[in-house]
């Protein structure tokens, strides 16, 4: 069975339509990478797999439930969590008060899961007490995601996280989502580092304008001569 399913979303914002039935589906365990050009929807996509759109029509299943109508606090209670393109981490709060504002949903004891996160991320140990405005990109991306895991999520929705970094960074990040995915967690991202996404995905999409173009596994993705041409960069 699916962890997550979504079929024939459209939606957007006001009156436009920007997804015009985009299908999404995300088995347990997989990494699932988004790739399109710019205003094909990819954002407006995962908000509305984490219920920030309003749909005209589709319908999104996640772990046996139909969560179509459902407030997003409600998703993350039932393992779903997103971190957004931007403005994804407290500037002006340090790294650790950032991961305890993501435990919000939380009643339980935090202390073991914080621990857990910080051998995941031993950057962000080193800079527990520094605010998160003062990082460099690739460690608020860190921060945004480590915030994201203390709701203790089996899908983690990530959007952009490469967006700006360094070449080093990418590959930094890239290797820290690995490290989270063996931890368990299932990831369904977009990226315009396509290549390197597309290496360590199960399953990618191409969307444009609002709309499913193609789908395959990584490696089909990555050999497809068209895909490559158009938008992998030659
Ligand atoms: N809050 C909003 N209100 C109105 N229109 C919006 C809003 N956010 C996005 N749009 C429009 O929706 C379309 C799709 O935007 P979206 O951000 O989903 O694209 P994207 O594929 O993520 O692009 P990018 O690669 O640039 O991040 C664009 O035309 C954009 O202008
Ligand atoms: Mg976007």
Redesign the pocket.
Do not use: F, R
């Given at each position: 069975m699916s962890l997550l399913e979504a079929r024939g979303l459209r939606g957007?914002?006001?009156d436009?339509d920007?997804l015009r039935g985009v299908d999404l589906v995300v088995g347990p365990g997989e990494i699932v990478v988004v790739i399109?050009?710019?205003?094909?929807?990819?954002?407006?996509?995962l908000r509305a797999l984490f219920g920030l759109v309003r749909l005209r029509a589709g319908a999104v299943r996640f772990d046996g439930h139909d969560i179509t109508h459902r407030p997003p606090e409600s998703r993350v209670r039932l393992g779903l969590a997103y971190v957004p393109?931007e403005r994804n981490v407290f500037p002006s709060l340090t790294v650790e008060e950032n991961l305890q504002m993501g435990a919000f949903v939380r009643r339980d004891d935090i202390r073991s899961d914080l621990e857990r996160l910080f051998e995941l991320f031993p950057v962000l140990a080193e800079r527990r007490r520094q605010r998160a405005g003062t990082l460099s990109g690739g460690e608020r991306q860190m921060v945004a995601i480590a915030r994201a895991l203390m709701t203790r999520p089996r899908l983690l929705l990530l959007?952009?996280p490469t967006a700006g970094l360094s070449l080093r960074s990418v590959d930094v990040l890239f290797a820290r989502i690995a490290a989270v995915h063996r931890e368990g967690v299932a990831i369904l991202m977009?990226e315009?580092n396509a290549r390197k996404a597309l290496a360590m995905a199960h399953r990618g999409y191409l969307?444009v304008g609002g709309a499913n173009r193609f789908e395959d596994t990584g490696p089909a993705l990555l050999a497809h001569p068209g895909i490559a041409e158009m938008f992998l960069g030659g």
């Open positions: 957007g914002y006001g436009t920007i399109g050009p710019n205003g094909a929807g990819k954002s407006t996509a393109q959007d952009e977009v315009q969307l």
